[in-house]
């Protein structure tokens, strides 16, 4: 009885995701869509999820020649998973080279069947105190507590008779701060 239990859970499983993301291993993912991944020896470079929009929390982890260890803040970012999708970054030969990229801010290469393209703009999560990160998932429901409040939902949205929606638009996003017309922008370029 216990062999056709598990028989059916690995069939069931198998059937509820159609994809994996697809890591590079200078990438350390954090959680997917609000949910702590904890990573197991086996799926360390591979993830099972379901076609569509991701939300994606990463950090650049490596470990150079000399030992030394080099790791970013966390990355949140949405990805169009459409199949296998691969996520690397830019690879550093020294860990100075990284060190002074991460400064900047990482490019986050985006593969799949349907298209690729580069991230070069994700948010950080901000951490609070002592261990910073150690509460991911709380971290990424404030931050998206955050975005969602900066862009109004469609349910929102009620337009005067005679303004129409890029007037909205338009004036929404001059009353806008930086980080909210940042946030957008990103959100148009991933949509």
């Not at 409040?149 to 008779?161: K, N, R, T």
């Amino acid at each position: 009885m216990k062999k056709i239990s598990l028989l059916m859970a690995l069939i069931i499983s198998n059937l509820a995701y159609s994809s994996e993301i697809i890591v590079s291993k200078s990438i350390q993912v954090l959680a997917i869509n609000g949910k702590e991944i904890n990573e197991s020896f086996l799926s360390k470079n591979k993830i099972e999820v379901e076609d569509g929009s991701q939300q994606i929390v990463v950090r650049y982890s490596h470990r150079f020649r000399n030992n030394d260890l080099l790791e970013s803040k966390p990355y949140i970012f949405t990805i169009d998973v459409q199949g296998d999708t691969t996520l690397a970054t830019d690879q550093f030969t020294t860990y100075a080279q990284a060190a002074a990229n991460i400064k900047k801010q990482i490019n986050w290469h985006i593969n799949n069947q349907n298209k690729s393209y580069t991230l070069n703009n994700a948010d950080q999560l901000q951490g609070k105190g002592f261990m910073p990160y150690r509460n991911i998932e709380q971290l990424i429901q404030e931050y998206n507590g955050t975005v969602n409040s900066a862009v109004p939902s469609e349910s929102q949205l009620s337009l005067d008779g005679d303004q129409n929606a890029k007037d909205y638009l338009i004036k929404q996003y001059k009353a806008a701060s930086q980080e909210q017309k940042d946030r957008f922008k990103m959100w148009f370029i991933q949509h």
